[in-house]
């Protein structure tokens, strides 16, 4: 899947340039700026939003990022080269001053981070390694609505959700394997959270 966005810093950037509309930002504004055939960036934003404080920390949004990751790896799977989303979770919206307070917030991490990542092990990062990760993200979304109940495990969701998104937009298959790696964890937290207590 191609995109256009080539770092953190540069989603960052695209996002603060969308105009608010009677003073909120609609997810559908998002999404027509970094483009619906953009899976890296699909899943950087899902990531950030569950993430983010003052965003994040409304009951019911990790359920719907969940959703949304849900929706958009099983078309990638399918081989849709444009995602198509529901109109319910394209007109979830933000205040816009709220959006811009977490954009400040997250200015210094994404220039950290933009400096760390790097093509390398591309077999898992490109190709056949995209459908391994969007087989993984659907892992994470169907157990997202389960994470709301285990204090800050939606987070550690969130973390890998990011770093499959920027592990697709930087090439990195380290990043990859490391979110594969804590995708694990958090699926067998989730498994011993629900079985064994």
Known sequence: ??????????????????????GIVS???????????????????????TVAPLIGDIPGVPTLMGLLVLLTAGQLLLGRQRFWLPRFILERSVPDSTLRKVLDR???????????????????????????????????AVIMPFL???????????????????????RDGILA????LVTGMIFSLVIYQFAFT
């Open 27 to 49: 997810l559908q504004s998002v999404l027509q700026k970094i483009g619906r055939r953009s899976f890296g960036p699909l899943l950087l934003v899902a990531g950030l939003v």
């Open 177 to 180: 394997l490391f979110a594969l």
């Open 1 to 22: 899947m191609g995109n256009t966005i080539n770092s953190l810093q540069e989603l960052l950037e695209k996002i603060g340039e969308i105009e608010a509309h009677d």
């Open 148 to 170: 709301e109940a285990i204090p800050f495990s939606a987070n550690g969701a969130a973390a890998a959700l990011i770093a499959f998104g920027l592990s697709l937009i930087a």
């Open 106 to 140: 997250l200015q210094r991490p994404a220039r950290f981070l933009d400096r760390l990542f790097r093509p390398r092990l591309m077999l898992l990062s490109t190709g056949p390694g995209v459908y391994l990760i969007a087989v993984a993200c659907l892992l994470i």
